[in-house]
């Protein structure tokens, strides 16, 4: 070997441009680090592996003078080819799909068609490495392999035509991981979309779909329905329940539910054999069986304290004997009734009921009725000072505004289920007439509740 050689030129090239190379490719990959770029991990791929490959290469193959059929040598060329093989997919999958700005053709891409497009490129890479480093013959390997293809393809027909219109539709992108769909089978939010089957979270647990089936049936996605998801809800009343009175009541209900400030009314319309139909927005689907389980449940305590059947159900709770009891043990020591008071209240007296939340008192609105409270304990809030929170319990009353027809100072919620007895204004004011001092009693209460509303100035 001559000292003079080509051979010394390569090495002095390896000597100087590995070191040189290792710096600057460490240097860049800080940087992309540093700004959490995809590109960290080929730059890492490049300085790790195919810097130091390559300079093994170069040197057994030019300075070495190491003969390209020697096995050892054989193998570099393989581990160097398997590592370019690596970079090329990890900097594509990083310029092309990690990079993608969001919404663009490149970010629709499902992940399946990445991952056949990742295993073909694979398989070309492999084969070339076989045919030019080990000297394989693939030609008839990529025949068999067409000829299997078809046959595989003509026995499995149907099953390969599912996959492929269920892949079509991931293309299409109707929707993504976390919309909800609405289909024959299921509703509920998308978890997770694969090359076989769409995985649907529902209330009753994971509804797995094939992709096939989703490809041949109409759905619904419900998320991309606008801005505001728009739930309804069926409910079914006596027919003899007057479908005015039954509408006003639900719309009522919905809109004391908490829900989004819009200007979408709540819109409830009669569908004829007893049947109703409430629908209002929502700020997502995902909200729905919350908002539903709590309209139902307040529909159910409000359609009996008003009188209405809902489900053609007849409900009995406020009996004479109940309202004489509760006139005796509550109303009585509040108002300072006699007997003779107490059994003139009866048949102007109702017992009933409100649910966990419910709203028995709103502040800005004249309450009509005084309300007592039997069972159960209400929370009072203040507009302006909500610190002012107290609690009400068996004994204590609501709506005495309601002798002075002065709107409530605050709000009044169920902390659970509440029985109260309900009279009407007109018969607290033919009691109070009678009794100066209870009107007296009353009206400092009411100056007292107003000061613990409104708070310090």
Same mark, same amino acid.
Not at 88 to 99: I, N, Y
Not at 175 to 181: K, P, T
């Given at each position: 070997m001559s000292f003079l050689g080509p051979w010394l030129y390569w090495a002095i090239g390896v000597a100087l441009g590995l070191p040189v190379?290792?710096?600057?490719?460490?240097?860049?990959?800080?940087?992309?680090? &540093?700004?959490?770029?995809?590109?960290?991990?080929?730059? @890492?791929l490049i300085r790790n592996y195919l810097l130091p490959l390559g300079a093994l290469l170069v040197l057994l193959a030019q300075v070495a003078g190491v003969p390209g059929q020697d096995p050892g040598l054989r193998v570099i060329y393989t581990a160097f080819g398997f590592m370019l093989l690596?970079?090329?997919?990890?900097?594509?999958? @990083?310029?092309?799909?990690?990079?993608?700005?969001?919404?663009?053709?490149?970010? &629709?891409v499902p992940t399946i068609f990445i991952d056949v497009a990742r295993f073909l490129l694979i398989g070309v890479g492999l084969a070339l490495i076989l045919s030019y480093v080990w000297g394989a013959k693939i030609g008839g390997l990529f025949t068999a392999l067409g000829v299997t293809s078809v046959v595989i393809g003509l026995m499995l027909q149907n099953s390969v035509g599912q996959i492929v219109s269920g892949l079509f539709m991931l293309f299409e992108q109707?929707?993504?991981?976390?919309?909800?769909?609405?289909?024959?089978?299921a509703r509920g939010r998308v978890v997770e979309v694969n090359w076989r089957a769409v995985h649907i979270s529902t209330t009753s647990g994971l509804q797995v779909t094939p992709n096939s089936v989703l490809a041949g049936t109409s759905f619904t996605n419900v998320s991309r329905a606008g801005d505001r998801y728009r739930a309804s809800i069926t409910t079914t009343f006596a027919v003899a329940d007057p479908p005015d009175r039954v509408c006003a009541l639900l719309s009522r209900v919905a809109e004391a539910l908490p829900l989004p400030s819009t200007d979408e009314a709540v819109v409830s319309v009669a569908l004829g054999g007893g049947e109703y139909r409430t629908?209002?927005?929502?700020?997502?689907?995902?909200?729905?069986?919350?908002?539903?389980?709590?309209?139902?449940?307040?529909?159910?305590?409000?359609?009996?304290?008003?009188?209405?059947h809902l489900d053609r159900a007849y409900d009995r709770f406020s009996t004479p004997e109940r309202v004489a009891d509760a006139l005796r043990t509550v109303v009585a020591p509040a108002l300072r009734l006699t007997d003779e008071d107490q059994q003139a209240l009866i048949p102007h007296a109702?017992?009933?009921?409100?649910?966990?939340?419910?709203?028995?008192?709103?502040?800005?609105?004249?309450?009509? @009725?005084?309300?007592?409270?039997?069972?159960?304990?209400?929370?009072?809030?203040?507009v302006d000072a909500p610190s002012q929170d107290?609690?009400? &319990?068996?004994? @204590?009353?609501?709506?005495?505004?309601?002798?002075?027809?002065?709107?409530?100072?605050?709000?009044?919620?169920?902390?659970?289920?509440?029985?109260?007895?309900?009279?009407?204004?007109?018969?607290?004011?033919?009691?109070?007439?009678?009794?100066?001092?209870?009107?007296?009693?009353?009206?400092?209460?009411?100056?007292?509740?107003?000061?613990?509303?409104?708070?310090p100035r």
């Open positions: 190379g290792l710096i600057l490719f460490t240097e860049w990959h800080v940087a992309l680090v &540093r700004k959490g770029s995809h590109l960290a991990r080929p730059v @890492a690596v970079l090329l997919l990890s900097g594509l999958d @990083a310029t092309f799909f990690q990079s993608a700005p969001k919404g663009s053709w490149r970010n &629709r109707p929707f993504r991981i976390g919309d909800w769909l609405a289909t024959p089978a629908t209002f927005a929502l700020d997502s689907p995902s909200e729905e069986s919350a908002a539903q389980a709590t309209f139902l449940r307040w529909l159910w305590y409000a359609a009996r304290r008003e009188g209405l109702t017992v009933v009921r409100y649910g966990t939340d419910e709203v028995l008192e709103r502040a800005g609105v004249v309450p009509t @009725a005084m309300t007592f409270l039997v069972e159960g304990s209400v929370r009072i809030s203040g107290s609690t009400l &319990r068996h004994g @204590a009353f609501l709506g005495v505004t309601a002798l002075t027809r002065q709107a409530s100072q605050f709000d009044a919620h169920a902390l659970e289920e509440v029985t109260a007895v309900v009279i009407d204004r007109e018969r607290i004011e033919e009691l109070v007439i009678h009794k100066p001092m209870l009107l007296q009693e009353l009206g400092r209460i009411i100056d007292q509740r107003r000061s613990a509303s409104v708070g």
